[in-house]
């Protein structure tokens, strides 16, 4: 087996748990560029010093980080910010105090952490890909796009691959896109997103991200929140326009069937600076609001 690059032992709190910390930085148990395997989180990703991988084992109460790659100082150096140890939870207790489903679920589901990558472009990428579809959509989309510019990952774990350069995908005519079911609005989006990405990557904080991502044609706060959410651990973004989460907080939080941005947003105001982690723990927990009417259909642009 490949030794890798680079080690660091962590030491996670009471109670922590990986799978539910780190499926956030996964899009599905196929993810081409994460996933999780007997137990060990794997993350393949670029860095200014080239591709690295990440492994993250559980190990006698400890956690395991090990990098693969040029890399590999780089992702294990950070582990502890992607496995979610550095998940600030000050006050939230006391918030979650207030109604009675947060506060159980807050307890329940204390073990998990959210991760903060630091990365902008990989999570990019996927939200890119999931504006106004179904998730098997994006899935595919994003799957085959990663296929497209395949480029292995280093380390053990193969078939295992990096997202794209965001310099290859901007130079990527919008057509390409098409059999890998996405138009040509969501593909300019990218590619818009793409030839801008060093920038974005060179930003400060979440506010800062998220200023310059809707400043991009095609970019609103459902697809800023969803980033900064993962690449800066904001426990406060909250996805605004979404198609079924307003339903959920409005059911889980005042068990109203069906709610809109605002009453989400209302809902959620006396959590403000952890609104993005209720529905967190409401995803977690899979709550959902009841369902009416047909499923969304599944489309191609294959042909057009």
Avoid at 104 to 123: D, V
Avoid at 148 to 177: D, I, K, M
Avoid at 192 to 197: D, G, I, T
Wanted: aromatic fraction near 8%.
């Amino acid at each position: 087996m490949t030794s890798p690059d680079a080690r660091r032992t962590l030491r996670p709190p009471a109670g922590y748990r990986l799978a539910p910390s780190v499926r956030a930085l996964t899009f599905s148990p196929y993810d081409p560029c994460a996933r999780i395997a007997a137990g060990t989180f794997w993350w393949a990703t670029r860095t200014p010093d080239g591709p690295a991988t990440l492994a993250l084992r559980p190990e006698a109460g400890e956690l395991l980080a090990e990098g693969y790659g040029p890399g590999a100082a780089r992702v294990v150096d950070r582990a502890d910010r992607i496995a979610g140890l550095c998940d600030d939870l000050t006050g939230f207790a006391a918030l979650a105090a207030a109604h009675p489903l947060v506060a159980r679920l807050a307890h329940t589901h204390h073990g998990l952490r959210m991760p903060a990558t630091g990365q902008i472009f990989p999570r990019l990428l996927r939200a890119v890909f999931e504006q106004k579809v179904t998730g098997k959509e994006a899935y595919r989309a994003y799957a085959a796009t990663v296929r497209h510019f395949r480029e292995p990952a280093p380390g053990p774990l193969q078939p295992l691959l990096l997202p794209p350069e965001p310099a290859a995908v901007a130079a990527t005519p919008y057509w390409v896109f098409h059999p890998f079911g996405v138009e040509q609005r969501r593909a300019d989006t990218l590619r818009r997103a793409a030839a801008v990405a060093d920038r974005l990557e060179r930003c400060a904080d979440s506010a800062e991200a998220t200023g310059r991502l809707t400043a991009i044609p095609g970019i609103g706060p459902w697809t800023a929140a969803e980033v900064v959410r993962i690449a800066y651990g904001d426990p406060d973004a909250v996805s605004v326009g979404d198609y079924h989460v307003p339903n959920t907080v409005a059911w889980a939080l005042a068990g109203e069937p069906r709610g809109d941005d605002a009453r989400m947003l209302a809902l959620l105001e006396p959590f403000r600076g952890h609104r993005g982690r209720v529905c967190v723990l409401l995803e977690a927990a899979g709550v959902q609001a009841p369902k009416y009417g047909p499923r969304a259909p599944i489309r191609s642009f294959a042909r057009y």
